[in-house]
């Protein structure tokens, strides 16, 4: 696939680990809600509270700290080289952020997606101090490339990472002998297992994601209660789901909704989301 982003940290030492991997997506999934197909490209740079002060009080006559500055290149002129449209520069303090998150309730990482996001529809030109048309405007694309991130704010990917493996160590896999195991995240922050369980006559065996969706299911819970998927598999790359599987998982989750998937010792790890495992997919809007 053509990639049509570049994101570059200015302060390398100052990212969290994986921080720099939610940017990523969130910049490619905003050039995709907003339908722009050349390359872009932005800079980040994470500065302290102090620092957001200085420059808020410099370059926008406001004596207090701010969480996200846009220094925006499209506003003068857009600078064309090697095709590559620069941006300009999206300046976030964490440490506002990390104040904030805990007044508006959200995760630490969904504030910063929000931020960068923000900054992101500034440097594009979006304002919302101008008219509540444009704010209503920019806001909706906020929320809309928010919501369909397939990135996974809630996830406790260490937790879920032990609980693979135990699930895997459950399957009842005498015939492949290849183990397979599934967790299932629901709102209420429990944890929903399944593995693969097979059977004498092959064609009976079911997967481990099916197992893990029909127990959360039996259990009670529906697709808006799913959070997440994840699945580790013998295998050494990434064994990504079957073609049933899938089919299942666009019926039972919600498309956007996150797959987290581990190889056999958990050193390589994919995320992705239903909708990207299976796009145009089969649904019942189809048999009408
Ligand atoms: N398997 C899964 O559990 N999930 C998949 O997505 C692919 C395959 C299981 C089914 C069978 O028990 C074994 O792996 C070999 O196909």
Do not use: W
Request: aromatic share 10%; hydrophobic share 35%; glycine share 4%.
């Amino acid at each position: 696939m053509k990639t049509n982003h570049i994101l570059e940290f200015l302060n390398q030492a100052n990212h969290e680990k994986g921080l720099k991997e939610m940017f990523t997506i969130a910049f490619k999934q905003t050039l995709k809600v907003l339908k722009k197909e050349e390359c872009y490209r932005i800079s980040l740079t994470l500065v302290s509270k102090e620092e957001i002060h200085e420059l808020n009080k410099q370059y926008r006559d406001t004596d207090r700290p701010t969480d996200v500055l846009t220094f925006a290149f499209q506003e003068a002129d857009v600078l064309m080289m090697d095709e590559v449209i620069d941006l300009g520069n999206i300046i976030i303090s964490p440490e506002v952020a990390k104040e904030q998150c805990g007044q508006y309730h959200h995760p630490y990482r969904r504030e910063m997606a929000f931020l960068f996001i923000h900054g992101l529809l500034h440097a594009f030109g979006y304002e919302h101090h101008r008219s509540t048309k444009e704010a209503e405007e920019m806001f909706a694309l906020q929320n809309e490339i928010l919501n369909t991130m397939p990135y996974d704010f809630y996830t406790n990917i260490n937790k879920v990472k032990k609980l693979l493996t135990s699930a895997q160590e459950k399957s009842l896999s005498g015939y492949s002998h290849f183990r397979v195991g599934a967790i299932v995240m629901t709102k209420d922050g429990k944890y929903h297992q399944g593995f693969n369980i097979e059977n004498s006559a092959y064609g009976d065996c079911m997967c481990a994601e099916r197992v893990a969706l029909f127990h959360t299911y039996a259990s009670g819970y529906n697709k808006e209660d799913i959070v997440s998927l994840s699945l580790i598999t013998d295998s050494e790359n990434v064994g990504t789901p079957c073609g049933s599987c899938r089919q299942v998982m666009s019926e039972l989750m919600n498309m956007n909704c996150p797959v987290h998937i581990f190889n056999c010792d958990l050193s390589k790890q994919l995320d992705t989301s239903v909708a990207d495992l299976l796009p145009y997919a089969f649904s019942k809007e189809d048999l009408k």
